[in-house]
């Protein structure tokens, strides 16, 4: 011990300069004080496992980190967490009372370290007077140590630098006692057991409770969800000014079936690059990673399942839902499209719900009121509605196979025109989407949207910077079939909003596919881009945090190629989570 080094040399030049001094009771506070610092240092490494215990702990009940496996040691407990981490906490007791215990509390939704000393709490502070934070980008985890002269010391900096700890009225905090007057010794350091006074483990539940300096943290017990936590996740980079090489569409959430809760999938349709094939995506933790989602500004871990995939797991939480509905102009002009748009829907939906789990509606619409409609069903059921007898034409889209839609139906008939607005709000309002289910609309037109000056039923409510914006992230992406191009070109023709708008536009704000195509449709669904975005699908997965499922969120999807050759990016405000 370098302490008793010290002391011994300091005795024998007393010795020297006086052999008559009685150096006997000296010599019993040196070893007195020697044996206490060796007990303190022996229960020094257990105090500060404990403080990283506790750190790990903190962070997973903060970051919504559950734990995968407890398995019972001859020292106490192994604990496992979903983000790869372990611990191991004994099995009850705690350090002798003259013990600071290190400990965290919560505050604002922050957990930050505490200390206890001689009964008092009061904040572990850095040499500036600031509060340390258990979890976050500022996080510290503190060291302990006894200096030489028998105080309590702490780092900040990983047991790179050591200060004295200070009580409530800023006075050192003494590790030994010494002996009083009457000569009662000192307190030692205690005996060397743990700061978690017990741990419960209930089986039947799946909760572990663990009591730490008297303070109780409940964790769940699940299966690891192979979902990486918030705290591995990190920032997104930074996308070049104006660079946005693939479309990022809309997406749809919803909790996972099977998480107890506590994950939720984000599905969103294909992302198509600039030379035509179609993104896989890699997520947190990946050396591959290309895609970034934080929520409210904070990163969040992410596992995604790319479309690939689905086709080789054997479980339905890899399958992505698909609601798509057909909007389809069915008035004169739209004859000569007609038979080859109603046939494409048909041979194409039945080749998709092949591969995916997708479901169909349609919508009809001749100039200016909905004239037919059929809900969210099977791709047997559409065909059923569009193969009807005696039909043909334009007319294949027309009629109900449901009164309570055909009721509703009677008041749209106010639009100007052929009015793509018209009939993607009705189907919003009216259809019965599944919960979760990523919404798709497809638009046939060869005319303008024509909202005949009616605002609700305009291109500008799905455009997020207009004032009359009423979409949302949630309510699907559409994709525009224009198959009049000639007559309608972007830069000469005189679009009027709330008049004659672009139909392209419906696919620009929401981040859907474009085609164009000639009068006669002579082309297949299968060519269009649209086909590609939704048998190319994701679904992200993400960890569940208390604050997700209130209240509403600002979204950004950051989309970025390990060489910075592929860069977009999109933020949504006010997205709602559906649970």
Same mark, same amino acid.
């Given at each position: 011990m370098k302490v008793k080094n010290f002391l011994v040399w300091v005795l024998l030049l007393i010795c020297t300069v006086s052999c008559k001094y009685d150096d006997g009771e000296i010599w019993d506070k040196v070893n007195s004080l020697d044996d206490r610092l060796t007990a303190i240092e022996g229960q020094l490494n257990q105090l500060n496992s404990d403080i990283e215990s506790v750190s790990t702990i903190a962070n997973a009940v903060q970051n919504n980190v559950f734990v995968s496996k407890v398995e019972e040691t001859s020292e106490g407990y192994r604990i496992s967490f979903t983000d790869g981490k372990s611990i191991t906490v004994g099995k009850g007791g705690s350090a002798d009372a003259s013990t600071p215990i290190i400990g965290v509390d919560e505050e604002n939704g922050v957990y930050y370290w505490t200390q206890t000393v001689n009964g008092n709490t009061s904040w572990l502070t850095d040499a500036t007077g600031n509060k340390i934070p258990v979890s976050g980008a500022q996080a510290v985890t503190p060291r302990l140590k006894?200096?030489?002269?028998?105080?309590? %010391?702490?780092?900040?900096?990983?047991?790179?630098?050591?200060?004295?700890?200070?009580?409530?009225?800023?006075?050192?905090?003494?590790?030994?006692?010494?002996?009083?007057?009457?000569?009662?010794?000192?307190?030692?350091?205690?005996?060397?057991?743990?700061?978690?006074?017990?741990?419960?483990?209930?089986?039947?539940?799946?909760?572990?409770?663990?009591?730490?300096?008297?303070?109780?943290?409940?964790?769940?017990?699940?299966?690891?969800t192979g979902v990486p936590s918030?705290? %591995?996740?990190?920032?997104?980079?930074?996308?070049?000014?104006?660079?946005?090489?693939?479309?990022?569409?809309?997406?749809?959430?919803?909790?996972?079936?099977?998480?107890?809760?506590?994950?939720?999938? %984000?599905?969103?349709t294909g992302l198509q690059l600039p030379d035509k094939e179609w993104m896989d995506l890699y997520g947190t933790g990946d050396t591959r990673q290309n895609v970034w989602l934080e929520i409210d500004?904070?990163?969040?871990?992410?596992?995604?399942?790319?479309?690939?995939?689905?086709?080789?797991?054997?479980?339905?939480?890899?399958?992505?839902?698909?609601?798509?509905?057909?909007?389809?102009d069915n008035s004169g002009s739209m004859s000569e499209e007609a038979d080859a748009v109603a046939n494409e829907i048909l041979s194409w939906s039945q080749t998709l719900a092949g591969t995916m789990d997708v479901q169909f509606g349609c919508v009809g619409i001749d100039?200016?009121?909905?004239?037919?409609?059929?809900?969210?069903?099977?791709?047997?059921?559409?065909?059923?509605?569009?193969?009807?007898?005696?039909?043909?034409?334009t007319a294949r889209t027309r009629g109900y196979v449901d009164t309570q839609l055909e009721t509703s139906a009677q008041t749209y008939n106010n639009a100007g025109g052929e009015c793509g607005g018209i009939m993607l709000h009705f189907a919003d309002r009216h259809f019965k989407f599944r919960p979760g289910a990523?919404?798709?609309?497809?638009?046939?037109?060869?005319?303008?949207?024509?909202?005949?000056?009616?605002?609700?039923?305009?291109?500008?409510?799905?455009?997020?910077?207009?004032?009359?914006?009423?979409w949302n992230t949630s309510k699907g992406t559409i994709h525009t079939v224009f198959s009049d191009m000639n007559n309608y070109l972007p830069d000469s023709y005189n679009w009027v909003d709330f008049f004659n708008e672009d139909p392209r536009l419906f696919a620009t704000y929401t981040g859907g596919t474009l085609i164009e195509t000639t009068g006669d449709f002579?082309?297949?669904?299968?060519?269009?881009?649209?086909?590609?975005?939704?048998?190319?699908?994701?679904?992200?997965?993400?960890?569940?945090?208390?604050?997700?499922?209130?209240?509403?969120?600002?979204?950004?999807?950051?989309?970025?190629?390990?060489?910075?050759?592929?860069?977009?990016e999109r933020t949504w405000e006010n997205v709602s989570f559906s649970v």
């Open positions: 006894v200096s030489a002269d028998g105080f309590w %010391m702490v780092s900040y900096d990983n047991g790179v630098n050591f200060e004295q700890m200070l009580d409530e009225n800023g006075n050192p905090v003494k590790a030994v006692g010494e002996d009083g007057e009457d000569g009662a010794d000192g307190v030692s350091g205690g005996s060397g057991e743990s700061w978690f006074d017990n741990v419960y483990y209930n089986e039947a539940n799946g909760t572990l409770v663990l009591v730490y300096g008297g303070q109780e943290f409940e964790l769940q017990v699940v299966p690891d918030d705290e %591995m996740a990190e920032k997104a980079p930074k996308i070049e000014e104006g660079r946005k090489d693939v479309k990022i569409p809309n997406f749809s959430t919803f909790i996972e079936e099977g998480s107890n809760g506590r994950v939720m999938r %984000m599905s969103l500004g904070q990163p969040k871990g992410i596992a995604v399942i790319n479309s690939t995939e689905t086709q080789t797991r054997a479980f339905n939480i890899s399958k992505a839902q698909a609601d798509v509905v057909f909007l389809v100039h200016s009121y909905i004239n037919g409609a059929i809900d969210i069903t099977s791709v047997e059921n559409l065909s059923d509605y569009l193969n009807r007898d005696g039909l043909y034409g990523n919404r798709i609309y497809i638009y046939f037109t060869d005319e303008p949207n024509q909202p005949g000056g009616i605002e609700e039923w305009s291109v500008l409510t799905v455009n997020p910077e207009s004032s009359y914006y009423v002579n082309i297949t669904l299968d060519e269009l881009p649209v086909t590609g975005a939704i048998t190319n699908s994701y679904i992200i997965r993400f960890n569940v945090t208390p604050d997700l499922l209130s209240g509403t969120h600002t979204v950004k999807i950051t989309i970025y190629d390990e060489k910075g050759n592929i860069q977009a």
